[in-house]
Each structure stands twice: as C-alpha cells, then as structure tokens.
C-alpha cells in the first residue's frame, strides 16, 4: 500500500516539532505545503519534503531528538510512492 503524508508521515512530527518549525516558514504540518511539486531548496520537484528529508536524515531536525532509521525508511517510501497527500 503506498505511503501517504496525513497516514504515515504527519504523524512522526509531534506538535512541538510542527511549532518549532512553522516560524521558519517549515511548514511540516501542512499536506499541502509538504506535497508541493514545486522545484526549490536545489532539487528538481518537491523541494520542500526534499529539504525535510535532507534535515531528517543528517539528524539536525526535528531539533533535540534523531528520527530513527525505520522513519527514514518510512518517509523515503513516501518520497517514492509519490509524495502522496
């Protein structure tokens, strides 16, 4: 079954980590935002969850806590599936 944001993704963000990103124009509570298409952040199509991924995976966000690698693995099938709202 393909990964979706509001199923399998959204709720790996817990509130604070949404709040603490809002701010800075990270918008990780918002589908729409998430599944944009749209190039930006240097990649070619969904450069926002691109950049999200790219925060996620070096361990520097969401801020005082690592995802664990089985996330990773969840929001890279995401990714794949096709950014799925």
């Known amino acids: 079954m ?4 509001a199923t399998d993704i959204l709720p790996m963000f817990k509130p604070g980590d949404i709040g603490c990103m809002a701010p800075r124009g990270i918008l990780i509570g918002s589908a729409d935002w998430m599944c944009d298409p ?4 240097g990649y ?3 450069g926002n969850a691109r950049r999200v991924h790219s925060a ?3 361990g520097v966000m ?7 690698q ?7 099938a995401w990714m794949t599936d ?3 709202p």
């Open 2 to 5: 393909a990964k979706s944001f």
């Open 38 to 41: 749209t190039a930006g952040n």
């Open 44 to 46: 070619p199509d969904h």
């Open 56 to 58: 996620l995976s070096r």
């Open 62 to 68: 969401p801020p005082n806590r690592k995802w664990p």
């Open 70 to 76: 089985g996330w990773i693995d969840t929001y890279n």
């Open 82 to 84: 096709g950014f799925n």
